[in-house]
């Protein structure tokens, strides 16, 4: 083989490597994508995963999510959120445990917006790093500023099965992006001395089939499934393009972005 060629072969592997390590060492990883029978103009559920890297996360834990959709995605004029949930500034932030009603804490069921799930590493002040699983219940919350504010209930499982309130809004578009879904996870002070929490795994789905709305008695309606989000009418030959930016409590950040599958177009 000529040197020439040996040269080639050899720039091309190292192409590959270096691709394979950037890819592998990413610390954000984000998908986004609908229902399997999503259809342009109609309406569906948006799904969105997140994925943070164990070096990254383990020296710094998450302290805000901000999950940026595309334009021509109705989220604000879905239908959904037809409650505002208001929760006392005192419970964010706090470990619920003993003492706090399960579910959604009082609020009406016709504010939940979408449900998901949560994985994170609590680490111990001995260094024990220990898995913990939660499931998500997003709620609206009160208009502030011209922003429709969101609470999300965090529902431990296991092995803590504690209960979190977190505080988040639904933020304007901004550029090639129609708006924003974003909430704050701040330290917890009451276990700082015992332990620290890091975001690993985030699945969040907004405008599930599972929600089910109750009507006011006087409009005679019976419950029902909220319709989802509303899909714009076209989509890019590239898909819907989406990106997360996230905070670190060193003050660092990260993004990353996804591009969702354009769904069909309706049937005539």
Known sequence: MSRSRVAVVALIVGLLLTSGSANATRPVRLTAGFDPGARLGGASALNVELHVDARRRLSSPVTQVVVWFPRGLGLVSSGLGLATCRRPASEFAAVLVDGNPAGLAGCSPNAVMGYGSAIADVRLTDGQVIPETATLTILAGPVVDGRIGLVVFVDGQHPFAARLVYAGELRAGRGRFGGAIAFDVPAIPSIADLA????????????????????????????????????????PSRGLRFRVNLAFQNGTRATAGAAARCPRSRRR
């Open 196 to 235: 620290t929490v890091a975001l690993t795994d985030l699945r969040l789905e907004i405008g599930s089939r599972k929600i089910r709305y109750y009507a006011h008695p006087a409009s005679r309606i019976g419950p029902y499934h909220p319709d989802g989000i509303e899909l714009p009418p076209s989509c």
